[in-house]
């Protein structure tokens, strides 16, 4: 088989993004990548592209047009070089930053994005803080101000990578409306619904649907966690279950309510119902 479509998957941080590559990939037609750099690579030659005075001293409009057809040969080539399954779902969080940009070379992209209540996000940071008291942690600072207070931890991940930018990137996304092209799947909806919830992203994808075993879902994307540090955690489980919120134990309820009031818009946008 040859490659007939790429998919984006790009979401929020612990939002299911690696649940569902590995429930996708149980399709043989289906090729999904663990967190992936091409992103990252087509930036970097966005970024030589601007630079550089041999594309500078170039006709412009005939410059733009010659990029877009790089960055699509080199999409297309960083899977046929993979893979020979036909749809392959690219995992990385800078995709739909970068919508515009990606339309340029890959028109009408399709894209999946997973969301999660923030609290339970940042729920899940806090968890993976307290799990290291033994190691001087990346965000500590030598006064011990910055991090000492759970309140002051919130502030800081919705205020910096990989939480905050991603939010940022994300509400971006909302207010020029590049959302509605999106397929928005909710970690709450694909943990209590798998099935009906991936009826939708079929659907979307415009591809049949597969019989997805949800009891036994084994991990084909495999990662290196300790290339990302304490908050580094790739790993699935086996069954899709509903993941009870635990944000009130983690945090309390007034710092809850908080971070649920300072991030009204998110919540209007993608829980409506809360």
């Not at 995992?91 to 999660?116: A, N, T």
């Not at 207010?175 to 694909?190: P, Q, S």
Request: glycine share 6%.
């Amino acid at each position: 088989m040859s490659l007939q479509k790429i998919v984006f998957s790009s979401s929020l941080p612990r939002s299911g993004s690696t649940l569902l590559q590995n429930i996708l990939a149980q399709n043989p037609r289906f090729y999904c990548t663990p967190t992936n750099g091409l992103f990252e690579l087509l930036y970097a030659s966005r970024e030589q592209f601007t630079k550089l005075p041999f594309f500078l001293a170039q006709d412009p409009a005939k410059m733009r047009l010659s990029f877009q057809g790089y960055c699509r040969g080199a999409l297309h080539g960083f899977f046929e070089g993979s893979t020979d399954r036909p749809v392959c779902v690219d995992k990385s969080r800078g995709w739909y930053g970068y919508y515009d940009w990606l339309c340029e070379f890959h028109p009408q992209p399709k894209i999946l994005v997973c969301v999660r209540d923030l609290r339970s996000i940042l729920s899940s940071m806090e968890k993976r803080w307290r799990k290291y008291p033994h190691l001087q942690r990346p965000d500590e600072d030598p006064s011990g101000l910055k991090m000492r207070l759970a309140e002051s931890r919130v502030a800081h991940w919705l205020n910096s990578v990989p939480v905050g930018n991603a939010i940022t990137c994300l509400m971006g996304a909302v207010e020029a409306g590049h959302h509605r092209a999106f397929h928005i799947v909710r970690f709450e909806d694909l943990t209590t619904n798998p099935q009906q919830t991936l009826r939708g992203i079929y659907d979307y994808l415009e591809e049949e649907p597969f019989a997805h075993d949800f009891d036994n879902v084994a991990q084909t994307t495999q990662e290196d966690d300790s290339h990302y540090g304490i908050y580094g955690d790739h790993r699935i489980r086996q069954k899709v279950a509903p993941v009870p919120p635990d944000y009130h134990e983690t945090f309390g309820k007034a710092l809850s309510n908080t971070i649920k009031a300072d991030n009204a818009a998110f919540y209007a946008t993608f829980f409506p119902e809360k």
